[in-house]
């Protein structure tokens, strides 16, 4: 049976890019979770006035990729320690989210951040949030499957590939054939 997870860590065209082609995921939505205006769009979320995040939601199986796994590639995937902000990217629809879509879901979550703390992984605190998973808004659909159509833009160039080669490098054997 599929589950949803739905992570937010900066610009969401780098989680989905590095998401969507992981065994076990069957789809990745690029959006919007965490704030107060209903249907929000790009512009209104990026002016930091609604309180979303951008985010990713990730429909997965949990027999072939667990909800955990998922959760230590997120970290290993963006800054969980800068408040607000990934790259050049600033304000808090930019910052480091969970939202748990279930009770098991949370404590996994709270697990894997006292995991990495104790374990001192980032040589600064991680901030990411664990926050409730209230309506998730798709983006626009220019937004989604964005760095495939578009991979020679200089955003995508500059902080997407570095992601994707570093997935394809260290984490192949999880990667769709």
Not at 36 to 64: L, M, W
Not at 74 to 91: E, I, S, V
Not at 166 to 173: A, I
Request: glycine content about 8%.
């Amino acid at each position: 049976m599929t589950q949803l997870a739905t992570l937010a860590g900066g610009c969401f065209w780098c989680l989905e890019a590095v998401f969507q082609d992981l065994r076990g995921v069957d789809r990745v939505i690029s959006g919007y979770i965490g704030g107060k205006v209903p249907n929000p769009s790009y512009e209104a979320v990026c002016s930091g006035r609604t309180g979303h995040a951008e985010a990713i939601q990730i429909s997965f199986d949990p027999t072939i990729i667990s909800y955990q796994d998922l959760v230590e590639l997120f970290f290993a995937f963006h800054d969980p320690t800068t408040l607000n902000r990934q790259g050049p990217d600033a304000g808090t629809q930019y910052r480091s989210a969970i939202f748990p879509h279930s009770a098991e879901q949370r404590a996994t979550a709270q697990r894997v951040i006292h995991e990495l703390s104790v374990a001192g992984v980032f040589p600064d605190p991680i901030v990411t949030t664990i926050e409730t998973a209230d309506r998730f808004y798709p983006g626009e659909f220019y937004h989604q499957d964005y760095y495939n159509r578009n991979p020679s833009q200089p955003y995508c160039a500059a902080m997407i590939g570095p992601k994707v080669a570093k997935l394809r490098q260290k984490y192949s054997s999880l990667l769709k054939s």
